[in-house]
């Protein structure tokens, strides 16, 4: 028997729907599944992408432009998107990541580097995800929420802030999920790997070399590996499953490298990053 993904008459928000990266494919697949979208992300461009994009298929779509890190704004957003919508059944948290002029050694670390990780990657999702709780809540409705982590959650050298905020999600994503049970609200996390983005820079070709090395899959991750497991998390197929944690990474989290012999993780092979990391005295 095929296990059919059916989320047919949900809308489900996404933060970060757009950009054409991991949120995109999101709100692609889950409206391929059915579901209408409301997009919120930093760029009107972006949103204005997703809206097509899910309209195109055949689905409902809104978008909200806001901050994250304005918690006010984003939930002023998410109640003018839920407005636009009708109503939420779910929520997805894509925002997040760590780009390299926010890596740095521990010794050196910036507070400053420190809390905007912290609240481009933790501290939003427990306000959007808290508020959309509430909402369901007070309506007597069940939902499912999805928040976007990383296997970094376990270890992040060179970007410490970045793993501690997503292993806070996971441990967020837990208590959520033991709170708000009762309520019909399951909470579960997808981890990915090394995903091949347009934020990522680097084409398949590039590290083919170093995926077969690194990931024992033998390639990257795409936002549609992603946007599969957000798609199954946040459907009835998955209905008996909550404060979990899904890895999408190929394998990789099984055949960690490590740090190499100048102190820096052996994935990191971009030249221009381990000049600058080589040349600071620490190796």
């Given at each position: 028997?095929?296990?059919?993904?059916?989320?047919?008459?949900?809308?489900?928000?996404?933060?970060?729907?757009?950009?054409?990266?991991?949120?995109?494919?999101?709100?692609?697949?889950?409206?391929?599944?059915?579901?209408?979208?409301?997009?919120?992300?930093?760029?009107?461009?972006?949103?204005?992408?997703?809206?097509?994009?899910?309209?195109a298929?055949?689905?409902?779509?809104t978008?909200?432009?806001?901050d994250?890190?304005?918690?006010?704004?984003?939930?002023?957003?998410?109640?003018?998107?839920?407005?636009?919508?009708?109503?939420?059944?779910?929520?997805?948290?894509?925002?997040?990541?760590?780009?390299?002029?926010y890596?740095?050694?521990?010794?050196?670390?910036?507070?400053?580097?420190?809390?905007?990780?912290?609240?481009?990657?933790?501290r939003?999702?427990?306000?959007?995800?808290?508020?959309?709780?509430r909402g369901?809540?007070?309506?007597?409705?069940?939902?499912?929420?999805?928040?976007?982590?990383?296997?970094?959650s376990?270890?992040?050298?060179?970007?410490?802030?970045?793993?501690?905020a997503?292993?806070?999600?996971?441990?967020?994503?837990?208590?959520?999920?033991?709170?708000?049970?009762?309520f019909g609200?399951?909470?579960?996390?997808?981890?990915?790997?090394?995903?091949?983005?347009?934020?990522?820079?680097?084409?398949?070709?590039?590290?083919?070399?170093?995926?077969?090395?690194?990931?024992?899959?033998?390639?990257?991750?795409?936002?549609?590996?992603?946007?599969?497991?957000?798609?199954?998390?946040?459907s009835?197929?998955?209905?008996?499953?909550?404060?979990?944690t899904?890895?999408?990474d190929?394998?990789?989290?099984?055949?960690?490298?490590?740090?190499?012999?100048?102190?820096?993780?052996?994935?990191?092979?971009?030249?221009?990053?381990?000049?600058?990391?080589?040349?600071?005295?620490?190796?």
């Open positions: 028997m095929a296990i059919s993904i059916d989320l047919t008459g949900r809308t489900i928000a996404v933060v970060g729907g757009g950009g054409g990266g991991i949120g995109t494919s999101i709100c692609e697949r889950l409206a391929i599944a059915g579901a209408d979208i409301a997009a919120l992300s930093a760029e009107a461009a972006h949103v204005d992408d997703t809206v097509e994009r899910v309209e298929l055949g689905r409902a779509a978008g909200q432009v806001v994250v890190r304005d918690a006010d704004g984003l939930t002023a957003a998410l109640d003018a998107a839920a407005a636009d919508a009708g109503r939420f059944d779910g929520l997805v948290n894509v925002v997040g990541g760590v780009q390299v002029p890596w740095d050694r521990l010794l050196d670390y910036p507070i400053e580097t420190f809390d905007h990780l912290i609240a481009t990657n933790l939003y999702a427990l306000v959007g995800c808290a508020h959309v709780a369901l809540v007070d309506a007597g409705r069940p939902g499912s929420m999805v928040n976007i982590s990383s296997i970094a376990r270890s992040a050298p060179l970007m410490a802030g970045y793993g501690a997503k292993a806070g999600l996971d441990a967020l994503t837990r208590t959520m999920s033991a709170e708000w049970g009762r609200i399951r909470v579960n996390n997808v981890a990915p790997g090394s995903i091949n983005t347009p934020r990522s820079g680097r084409s398949d070709s590039d590290l083919v070399d170093d995926a077969a090395k690194q990931i024992p899959l033998g390639r990257r991750g795409t936002p549609q590996d992603v946007a599969d497991a957000t798609a199954f998390l946040l009835d197929v998955a209905g008996y499953i909550t404060g979990h899904l890895v999408v190929g394998g990789a989290s099984y055949r960690s490298a490590g740090l190499d012999d100048s102190d820096l993780p052996a994935q990191v092979t971009n030249p221009a990053i381990r000049a600058r990391f080589e040349s600071d005295g620490a190796t």
